[in-house]
Antibody, heavy 122, light 108 residues
Framework: EVQLLESGGDLAQPGGSLRLSCAAS????????MAWVRQAPGKGLEWVSA????????SYADSVKGRFTISRDNSKNTLYLEMNSLRADDTGVYYC???????????????WGQGTVVTVSS | SSELTQPPSVSVSPGHTATITCSGD??????VYWYQQKSGQAPVMVIY???KRPSGIPERFSGSSSGTMATLTLSGAQVEDEGDYYC???????????FGGGTKVTVL
């Protein structure tokens, strides 16, 4: 059974930093693209970032490029999102999701975690 | 433009048919995926590759796509189908994900 368990969500101040983690199990982690998708309170889904199975290719939404860094540790079956220079509009639920295939090209999401809440406020 | 446009809301009576559209210039030659999100829950895929239904998804969910428009059809809507529905694809580069704005489906 595929399981994705996010952690690390917290209250952070504007300009601050957080590191999100997503522990994966039930599938061969290194063979899948992994991604972060967020949802602001009362708003729709927003794709944030994705990383190839081997970790060599990454992509970011314009809204987070230069501030967020996605990475993975395939030996620990864990996905990360390092979030810096946080802004109020980064507030929301952050989901990790796995995508069919290892190549960062035309991917979609098979399974989602339950999300972790990030609140950016002073 | 890498945008997908959906109607904000759709209402349908139980047992009747609801259609949700998703339009965007990126859609030709791209697969569309549909996700259902119920209140307080993570999204669940209901249609993949335009028309295919994952195992466990009821047959009343169907999808189609032509040109710049994709459609999710809910035939014989049930109360438990209420929720938000999002279309998804990737941009022209294939590297960036794109979600539609979401459609709230009300069954009453």
């Amino acid at each position: 059974e595929v399981q994705l368990l996010e952690s690390g969500g917290d209250l952070a101040q504007p300009g601050g930093s957080l590191r999100l983690s997503c522990a994966a199990s039930g599938f061969t982690f290194s063979r899948y693209v992994m991604a972060w998708v967020r949802q602001a309170p009362g708003k729709g889904l927003e794709w944030v970032s994705a990383i190839s199975g081997g970790g060599g290719s990454t992509s970011y939404a314009d809204s987070v490029k230069g501030r967020f860094t996605i990475s993975r540790d395939n030996s620990k079956n864990t996905l990360y999102l390092e979030m810096n220079s946080l802004r109020a509009d980064d507030t929301g639920v952050y989901y990790c999701a796995n995508a069919a295939g290892a190549v960062l090209f035309e991917y979609y999401f098979d399974y989602w975690g339950q999300g972790t809440v990030v609140t950016v406020s002073s | 433009s890498s945008e997908l446009t959906q109607p904000p809301s759709v209402s349908v009576s139980p047992g009747h048919t609801a259609t949700i559209t998703c339009s965007g210039d990126i859609l030709p030659n791209k697969y569309v995926y549909w996700y259902q999100q119920k209140s307080g829950q993570a999204p669940v895929m209901v249609i993949y590759e335009d028309t295919k239904r994952p195992s466990g998804i009821p047959e009343r969910f169907s999808g189609s796509s032509s040109g710049t428009m994709a459609t999710l059809t809910l035939s014989g809507a049930q109360v438990e189908d209420e929720g938000d529905y999002y279309c998804y694809s990737t941009d022209s580069s294939g590297h960036h994900g794109v979600f539609g704005g979401g459609t709230k489906v009300t069954v009453l």
